[in-house]
């Protein structure tokens, strides 16, 4: 079984930056995809972001593209989410993903993804 943590949410002013961080336990955090999404109040899971199991691929939704950065450290078992300019339409709850083992380097499909952590709110305010 692996557990995940998000951490760093907030709340901010646009225009700012955040790092989400989230620390996973069990020894095969390498070995799988991972992700970032987000769900706001009244709106379903929405795709933020995904990486390959090395972290040599990304993939980001449109509308986070340029503005976000993922990232992993397989020798700390942590993804990160860089969220630079935030807007308030950022708003939502952040979920990090982990477990995807299927044959392209990432997903953006939520059911593709084994473990989810409990999220974390980030606010971004006008």
């Known amino acids: 079984q692996v557990r995940l943590v998000e951490s760093g949410g907030g709340l901010v002013q646009a225009g700012a930056s955040l790092r989400l961080s989230c620390a996973a336990s069990g020894r095969t955090f390498s070995t799988h995809g991972m992700g970032w999404f987000r769900q706001a109040p009244g709106k379903v899971r929405e795709f933020v972001a995904a990486?390959?199991?090395?972290?040599?691929?990304?993939a980001y939704a449109d509308s986070v593209k340029g503005r976000f950065t993922i990232s992993r450290d397989n020798a700390k078992n942590t993804l990160y989410l860089q969220m630079n300019s935030l807007k308030p339409e950022d708003t939502a709850v952040y979920y990090c993903?982990?477990?995807?083992?299927?044959?392209?380097?990432?997903?953006?499909?939520?059911?593709?993804?084994?473990?989810w952590g409990q999220g974390t709110q980030v606010t971004v305010s006008s």
């Open positions: 990486i390959s199991r090395s972290g040599g691929i990304t």
């Open positions: 993903a982990g477990g995807y083992s299927g044959s392209y380097y990432y997903t953006t499909d939520p059911a593709r993804y084994d473990y």
